[in-house]
């Protein structure tokens, strides 16, 4: 598992057959998929907190302000960086 990322989230085992010539036998192969990270999976989960996200937008509101930033933009920005903030924080405690 990668630490940076904690690995992947929804991870899938996927069987195949695969025919041994020199046996002249079937063996079942298991292949992993990875799908998102858990880091990913963490960030999207962010935006689950209501208070935290006004929060947030008030922080937002007061960028543009002071910029002059398109709100969109900032908005965007602030998000992401919260979102992914918050992922490495859950990473960080669940690795204790």
């Known amino acids: 598992m990668s630490e940076q990322n904690g ?4 991870p899938q085992m996927l069987s195949r057959l695969q025919y041994d010539e020199a046996a002249d036998i079937h ?3 298991i292949d992993s998929t ?3 990270s858990l880091r990913d999976w ?3 989960q962010a935006p689950m907190s209501d208070q ?3 929060g947030l937008i008030d ?3 007061q960028d543009l302000i002071a ?3 398109a709100w969109p933009d ?8 919260w979102a992914y903030t918050y992922a490495d924080a859950m990473l960080k405690e669940r690795s204790k």
Not at 74 to 81: C, D, N, P, S
């Open 7 to 10: 690995g992947p989230a929804f």
């Open 27 to 29: 063996r079942t192969m």
């Open 34 to 36: 990875g799908g998102m």
């Open 42 to 44: 963490f960030a999207g």
């Open 52 to 54: 935290a996200w006004r």
């Open 59 to 61: 922080v937002a509101k």
């Open 67 to 69: 910029a002059g930033t």
């Open 74 to 81: 900032v908005m965007a920005t602030r998000l992401a960086e």
